[in-house]
């Protein structure tokens, strides 16, 4: 598609009077701009994203492919394969109808107890920008927009509307800014601004938008941001910010005209917004062309094969004593797999990244299904079922109109007159499908034949005047104020306010739940439930008993919902209560076993030592099972090496804090030293380095060559020559780190400045050819607001991990005067003053 230029679209702003200009800079709904008919514009549709397109409509009738997470995505250091997952997601949103998909996440791991971890990519800036990069390419080849988000540090959940982040100018454009410099490199459309502040400023009023991401990295597109972001008119207005959403309300939509009127907000600022928003229609087609046309859920057997592929090439195998793994499936006579997410594992992350799959493949199930029958496959949970309420789904209830497996949701005016109802599959309902006038509450009704008698938990999750009555009887009711005003928090994962109940087994009782829907409460509502508990000690010792059977166990640990999930972060790296135990206790029984872990980022791993293969799965996308039995089994080899170094105890990891002080600030006093680089500055050594990965075969490393010297800003070329020393064939990503000592600028003791991988069968050499950025030496000088190369003497170290690194080069780097680079907008402080060098 030919780019046109600014005075190509100066016609289309000349047939646009303020007000029409106005109205286009506002979302006219919450997934949609306005249209514009003066011009030929289109509505443009937004959808979340990363690890699947939900589209328009939160409805678990509308389902969508679900690829692993981000964070098992660059796992698998794999750029072409992000690329075609890109385009699996260009046309999931294309079937779809949507424009634009809000992803990726290119937000660094700075602390595991980040909530959001499993969207973001990496604790490593090169390695995240360069798996955005990728993921960016492919999605815009099929004609939908990618959004670079969330500028800049949303780092974390905690207070993330509200929290002001500090750091060092250094920091903020080595570290947190860079994956973003790459994400416009690689031509990204859209970017969107992050709730929080950097430096007193909100982010959708933050200088930074303008200087260095407009103007220093000429970044042309759309600036969209974070739904509800824009709290304020003028300073947002005035800002680089381009479109505000969700609409039709906010601050631009009541105030711009006005503030446009009289001058305070200029016409050429306004101008430059519109013209951003129809390049990125015209980008995806909106000016002037049709609506693409929605079409049901069919996910091809291409398609299902590629996110089976990216299972494998994202798992990670942190331990393989004495080559354990794989296991033959011929040779194998009975397995025991155990633990609750053999059955319900966790395929995605919790919040706005969580879509609707219209199939998932269990771990047991693709076990079962590699084994073809050839073994005997035994499943024992080996904890009571979980306490917490689960939404109610087909299994055991029923639409009481229809008869259906489900449930039935109304809305009801303020007499209880029902207004609307629709079948539903599930019990958590984030939104009915349609909107309803005069709605006053919402009612999830079902009838329900319980598996187990006895004591049940019920809950009911939402906001203002709540009810709940089973079997007749109400044992629920109160009001519940609104008391948070996080997006997450009120419109997806509502708390949930629980009751107990007698139920008999296979007796049907009717469950009813009501909420008031006061105003800013949103609509969505839980109707769930949680069975008698079990009994510990006995589900412990039938896993044991299973395990001491079988000649192979595998067990399947993980985090949960309330553990990983967008709106908080997390209190623990410890797995939910018992996990720890049951694994230990199965080993014991068993010292032939695989332990599998389903979590979106690190969890502590206290027994990680005395298992002989240690396999981690990440959350992996519906094609889970079948491509966890492909590692297992050696049809594929784990592929992935680790995006973020774990330790084995939480107390162990050098930055954990999440949490802002009493003045709402947030420091990252640790500067650049984030991950590897913190663990290398503390001296400690982790359980497993950044970059580490086994694979199925062995590797020596024979020899690095490098230019002897280079010039400022020159990219160059590291070779470097390993062996496949095993007996199978494999892949290995070659890394390449640099360092410098006695450096007169704060450097992390090395960092990660390439990689390449490369494959070869047993016994050949190959060389890894890493293209090294012109950049890498280069350090952002605080006194002279640019890039600047310190002369003299660096080593190069390359390897197959951070804390691995047997080869390395001396490298010598003539120093070059600073480029021209964007100076950093003074701090404001709360009482209005301005501080220059603190961020």
Not at 591 to 610: K, S
Request: glycine letters at 12%; hydrophobic letters at 40%.
């Amino acid at each position: 598609m030919a780019v046109m230029t600014d005075e190509e679209f100066d016609p289309l702003l000349e047939k646009l009077d303020p007000a029409q200009k106005v109205r286009l800079l506002t979302g006219g709904s919450t997934w949609r701009t306005y249209p514009e008919a003066a011009v030929g514009l289109r509505p443009l549709t937004l959808s979340d994203g990363p690890a699947g397109v939900r589209g328009e409509t939160w409805d678990e009738r509308e389902t969508s492919l679900v690829l692993p997470s981000p964070t098992a995505l660059a796992a698998s250091w794999d750029e072409r394969l992000l690329t075609d997952l890109g385009a699996l997601l260009a046309a999931e949103a294309r079937r779809k109808g949507v424009d634009v998909l809000l992803a990726p996440t290119l937000n660094l791991h700075r602390s595991p107890l980040g909530g959001r971890h499993f969207e973001c990519f990496s604790e490593d800036p090169l390695l995240t920008g360069r798996t955005g990069a990728a993921l960016i390419r492919g999605i815009q080849s099929g004609g939908v927009a990618a959004t670079a988000k969330h500028f800049v540090a949303n780092d974390a959940e905690t207070d993330r509307l509200s929290v002001d982040v500090r750091m060092d100018e250094q920091t903020l454009h080595e570290v947190y800014l860079a994956p973003f410099e790459a994400a416009v490199e690689a031509g990204v459309w859209a970017v969107m601004s992050a709730y929080n502040k950097v430096g007193g400023a909100t982010m959708s009023a933050s200088p930074l938008l303008e200087n260095p991401l407009k103007s220093d990295w000429g970044f042309d597109g759309t600036v969209v941001s974070d739904w509800g972001g824009v709290r304020t008119l003028l300073d947002t207005a005035r800002s680089a910010q381009d479109l505000a959403m969700p609409g039709p309300e906010g601050p631009w939509s009541t105030g711009l005209l006005a503030a446009l009127e009289q001058g305070l907000v200029s016409a050429e600022v306004v101008d430059d917004k519109v013209r951003r928003l129809l390049r990125l229609a015209r980008r995806v087609g909106a000016l002037g062309s049709p609506r693409p046309v929605w079409r049901p859920a069919v996910a091809s057997a291409a398609q299902r094969a590629l996110l089976r592929r990216a299972v494998a090439a994202g798992s990670v195998l942190l331990r393989n004593d004495g080559q354990f793994l794989p296991l033959d499936p011929a040779g194998l006579r009975s397995v025991a797999v155990i633990g609750p997410h053999a059955t319900a594992v966790r395929i995605q992350g919790g919040g706005s990244a969580e879509v609707f799959p219209d199939s998932v493949v269990t771990p047991l199930a693709g076990i079962q299904e590699a084994l073809g029958g050839g073994a005997r496959v035994t499943y024992r949970p080996g904890l009571p079922v979980p306490s917490r309420p689960r939404p109610l789904g087909r299994d055991w209830s029923r639409d009481p109109r229809s008869g259906e497996p489900g449930v039935l949701v109304r809305l009801l005016d303020a007499s209880g007159a029902e207004l609307h109802a629709e079948h539903r599959l599930s019990g958590r309902i984030v939104e009915p499908s349609v909107a309803v006038d005069g709605a006053a509450s919402v009612e999830i009704r079902a009838l329900v034949r319980p598996p187990v008698g006895g004591v049940w938990t019920w809950a009911v999750g939402g906001w203002g005047a709540i009810s709940l009555s089973v079997g007749g009887r109400e044992v629920l009711a109160g009001t519940f104020p609104l008391d948070s005003d996080d997006p997450t928090r009120v419109h997806v994962a509502p708390p949930e306010h629980c009751a107990r109940a007698e139920l008999a087994a296979g007796e049907e009782a009717e469950v009813v739940a009501r909420r008031s829907l006061a105003p800013g409460s949103g609509v969505a509502t839980i109707l769930a439930a949680a069975p008698p508990a079990g009994d510990a000690s006995a589900a412990l010792a039938e896993a044991v008993a299973a395990a001491r059977a079988a000649e192979v166990a595998v067990v399947v640990v993980g985090t949960t919902e309330q553990s990983e999930s967008e709106g908080h972060d997390r209190e623990s790296l410890d797995l939910p209560e018992g996990q720890d135990a049951l694994v230990r206790a199965v080993v014991r029984a068993n010292p032939r076993t695989v332990v599998v872990v389903n979590a979106g980022g690190p969890v502590a791993l206290p027994w990680h030592t005395h298992v002989p293969a240690l396999l981690l799965a990440w959350f992996p996308g519906q094609e889970a099972g079948d491509g966890l039995a492909d590692v297992l089994f050696g049809r594929a080899e784990a592929g992935g090496r680790l995006p973020t170094t774990w330790g084995a105890a939480q107390e162990d990891v050098p930055v954990l804090d999440t949490l802002p002080g009493p003045d709402g600030r947030l420091h990252y006093e640790e500067g650049p030293h984030i991950g590897y680089r913190a663990w290398l500055r503390s001296g400690s050594v982790p359980a497993y380095w950044f970059g580490h990965g086994l694979g199925y075969t062995d590797w020596e490393y024979e020899e690095l060559t490098a230019p002897a010297s280079v010039r400022a800003g020159e990219p160059f070329d590291v070779r470097v020559r390993v062996r496949n020393s095993g007996r199978r064939r494999g892949r290995e990503v070659v890394q390449v780190y640099l360092a410098r000592s006695g450096s007169a600028v704060e450097r992390p003791v090395r960092r990660l400045i390439g990689y390449a991988a490369v494959e070869a069968g047993p016994g050949e050499s190959v060389v890894a050819v890493v293209r090294v950025s012109g950049r890498a030496l280069a350090h952002w000088s605080a006194e002279r607001h640019g890039w600047e190369t310190e002369a003299g003497g660096f080593t190069l170290l390359g390897g197959r991990s951070a804390g691995e690194l047997p080869l390395t080069a001396a490298l010598t780097a003539a120093g070059a005067p600073p480029s021209a680079g964007p100076g950093v907008p003074e701090a404001a402080d709360r009482d209005g003053e301005r501080s220059p060098s603190v961020l």
